[in-house]
Structures are given as C-alpha cells and as structure tokens.
C-alpha cells in the first residue's frame, strides 16, 4: 500500500527563497517606478507601460510571470508526488491546483473577469428594481468579486486546506500563510477603493494630504504590488513540496 511521504524538511528550499524575494522585490520596484514616474513629464505611453494600476503593460507582464511560476510549481509538486508513488488522488489536486494558477495567469493578461462581470452587470440593470440586484450594483468598481469570488473564493479555499496538508512544516507553511495573507489585503483595498461609501469616508479622512485620483491611484498601485507578493510567496510555498527531501512512513 502506497504510504504519504514525511516531510523532514522545515525550512525553506534554495528554490524557494529565491522566487519568495524575486516576487516582493519585483513588487517594490513596480511601486518604486510607478512613483518615480508619477512625479515626472514623461509621454503617456511612456505612462501607460510602467503604470502598475493599468493592464496589458509591463507590471502585467510580471504579474503573469509570477502566476505561471506558482503553476508550474503546483506541477512540479504533482509529478514530484507520482514519483513518491503517492495517492493518485493528491496529485490529481495538485494538479488541479496548477490549472487554478494557469487559469489565473490568463485571466490576468486577459481581463477575463473583469470583462464578464461588467457585461453581467449590465445585463442586469434592467433589473435594478430588486432589492439583491440593487446591493450589487452598488457596487459600481467591485463587480467581478461579487460575481466571482464565492465561486473561486471556494475552489481556493479547498485548495488551499490541501496544500497546507501537503507543505513541509515550518517554513513552507508559513509562507502559504503569508502569501494567503497578501491575497486578503489586496482584497480589501479593491473593496474599499471599488465600494463608493467606503472609498468617500476614505478620501475624506486623508482630503489634506491626497487629492481623490491621488488615493485611487495609490490604493490600486499597493493592491496590485501585494497581489504579484502574494502570488510569488504562493508560488514559493508549494515549490518547497516540490523540492523538499522525504521519508517513507513508519510501518504502522
């Protein structure tokens, strides 16, 4: 009977760390960049392709990267865990958990949800009188999550309650936190910058320091440098699987 490896590992992989800082340094040189050339007279197109609040551009491109590396390393922690000759189940999840992250990338360089819920929105605004559709269009920046976030809000959550039973202890977890962590943050500033009611009590408590485009603009910018963080120290999390030494179990 195939038995589930143990892990012995509590730190992190090389592997790991490197794509654990690779992801938040690119995240701050994103933020340091969009700043620098904020304060500069520089041509719009120069604007449009390092401006980490708009898509299609460079911090897009990085963005994508990072996601597809979280992909391949829930692949390489798939096939790493056919070689053990683990439960065919938990490589079939890993696998899926690869997908999850492929899907992403390309909705990502696509815009998929952002597309899909704004024409499901307005399909729905010939419904406005009911109560429920009424809620949600009042939400006027803050569509896709409520469209699509129960839906892969739950897919990740299952996910991630196997990943977590996967990791190595230790480092390995810590990181799936952290980066789960990131992911919840980048959340709230999308609601609270999307939600009108929220974002006015926003912009009226910093009014003296930033004008309403210059709050909009910061929020968006440290949303998207969490979210590339967040996913690369995902990313690191679940590589550590991949490359972390094992043990066959005690007999029972």
């Known amino acids: 009977m195939n038995r589930r490896p143990v892990m012995t590992a509590p ?3 090389r ?3 490197t794509l654990a800082a690779a992801a938040v340094l690119a ?3 994103l933020l340091a960049l969009d700043a620098v050339l904020g304060q500069m007279q520089v041509d719009e197109a120069t604007r449009r392709l390092f401006d980490i ?3 299609r551009n460079l911090p897009t ?3 994508v990267a990072f996601t597809l590396a979280a992909a391949l390393a829930a692949a390489l922690a798939a096939r790493r865990t056919r070689a053990e000759g683990g439960q065919r189940w938990r490589a079939a999840l890993w ?4 997908a999850f992250f492929a899907y992403m990338a390309l909705d990502d360089a696509l815009e998929v949800h952002e597309r899909a819920a704004t024409a499901l929105a307005e399909a729905l605004e010939a419904h406005r009188a009911h109560p429920l559709v009424a809620w949600m269009l009042a939400f006027p920046g803050y569509y896709w999550p409520l469209f699509f976030l129960p839906v892969f809000g739950a897919l990740g959550l299952l996910l991630l309650a196997f990943v977590l039973r996967e990791l190595p202890p230790g480092g390995p977890r810590r990181m799936l936190v952290a980066g789960l962590a990131c992911y919840v943050v980048a959340v709230i500033m999308d609601f609270a910058e ?3 009611a929220v974002f ?6 910093t009014a003296s320091v930033l004008t309403r485009p210059e709050l909009q603009h910061l929020m968006r910018a440290y949303e998207e440098a969490i979210e590339i963080a967040g996913t690369g120290l995902l990313g690191a999390a679940m590589l550590a699987r991949a490359h972390a030494p094992a043990t066959a179990d005690p007999p029972p």
């Open 15 to 17: 592997p790991s760390r």
């Open 194 to 196: 999307g939600a009108d």
């Open 11 to 13: 730190t992190l992989p």
């Open 27 to 29: 995240a701050l040189l």
């Open 95 to 98: 696998t899926v958990a690869a």
């Open 61 to 63: 491109a990085v963005s």
């Open 53 to 55: 609040t708009r898509e």
């Open 200 to 205: 006015d009590a926003l912009a009226g408590l």
